[in-house]
């Protein structure tokens, strides 16, 4: 039995969790990860970012993306899904609201309290980006590892 999560596994994980890591590269190809609320809808990861960000200017420069979704603190609890891909901006306006939507739902209770203006000023307009695989996720847990 090898320490990679099956397709169900790898659902699971991904589909209740609603933290990950997104990594977008800059112009001269250094990785930059991170941290996202994601959700997935209909089995497709989607991330809001500002329409203002860095990783938004990356994104249009170079569309690949990788999505890590993990879980666990000790070494024996690690799991996880990186989904490799590419990004692009969700622009069916019914289908932005939906996601935006959902992102509100999921992460409501996790809002802070009110930003301060030059922050709330970035995230004043924002867009939806689909996660698109190209290949198959790498995962793992190692919880199934036999010590």
């Known amino acids: 039995m090898g320490i990679t999560l099956d397709p169900e596994e790898r659902a699971a994980l991904v ?15 250094a990785p930059v990860p991170l941290p996202v609320w994601y959700v997935v ?16 200017r990356h994104i249009e420069k170079n569309s690949r993306v990788s999505l890590l979704v993990h879980a ?22 019914a289908l932005a609201a939906r996601i935006e939507e959902v992102l509100n739902e999921r992460f409501a209770d996790l809002l802070p309290p009110p930003l301060p203006a030059r922050v709330s000023g970035a995230y004043a307009e924002t867009v939806i980006l689909r996660i698109s695989p190209d290949r198959e996720p790498v995962s793992w847990d190692n919880r199934k590892v036999r010590l």
Not at 77 to 92: F, P
């Open 41 to 56: 809808v209909d089995d497709v990861p989607y991330v809001r970012t500002p329409r203002s960000s860095k990783r938004l």
């Open 15 to 29: 589909g209740t969790h609603g933290e990950g890591v997104l990594a977008t590269t800059t112009p001269t190809g």
């Open 72 to 93: 666990g603190v000790a070494w024996r609890e690690l799991r996880g899904v990186l989904i490799g891909g590419h990004a692009e901006i969700v622009e069916d306006p």
